[in-house]
């Protein structure tokens, strides 16, 4: 089974960094879509970050608007995480940061981080929190 188990979460003061990570198993690492969503309650999921592993499209990253400039997304397939570097962190940043996989064999793209997307991500890990003051 795949499993995804996100880590770094926290408190920070706004203008602060963090840094997640979500740990990959039972998956062939270079052909999934890997992404990061946040939720606060009452609203919807929000699509974060994507990047593509797949061969035919190596390293293609996603942002939503709202991180854009802030937040960076990387891969190391031979340590099987991803991770999600926050800069300038805002208090509209707080949410529960989830990791989730699309595959395999899929690649993202541009619709990756939209409602419609979502659904094609069929993992998702137990998510971390993180909070911005």
């Known amino acids: 089974d795949v499993q995804l188990v996100e880590s770094g979460g926290g408190s920070v003061q706004a203008g602060g960094s963090l840094r997640l990570s979500c740990a990959a198993s039972?998956?062939?690492?270079?052909?999934?879509?890997m992404a990061w969503f946040r939720q606060t309650p009452g609203k919807e999921r929000e699509g974060v970050a994507a990047?593509?592993?797949?061969?035919?499209?190596?390293?293609?990253?996603y942002y939503g608007d709202s991180v854009k400039g802030r937040f960076s997304i990387s891969h190391d397939n031979f340590r099987n995480t991803v991770t999600l570097q926050m800069n300038n962190l805002r208090p509209d940043d707080t949410a529960s940061y989830y990791c989730?996989?699309?595959?395999?064999?899929?690649?993202?793209?541009?619709?990756?981080?939209?409602?419609?997307?979502?659904?094609?991500?069929?993992?998702w890990g137990q998510g971390t929190q993180v909070t911005v003051s």
């Open positions: 039972g998956v062939s690492y270079s052909r999934y879509c």
């Open positions: 990047i593509s592993t797949t061969s035919s499209a190596v390293d293609t990253v």
């Open positions: 989730a996989a699309a595959g395999p064999s899929r690649a993202c793209y541009s619709g990756s981080l939209t409602k419609e997307g979502t659904e094609t991500f069929g993992y």
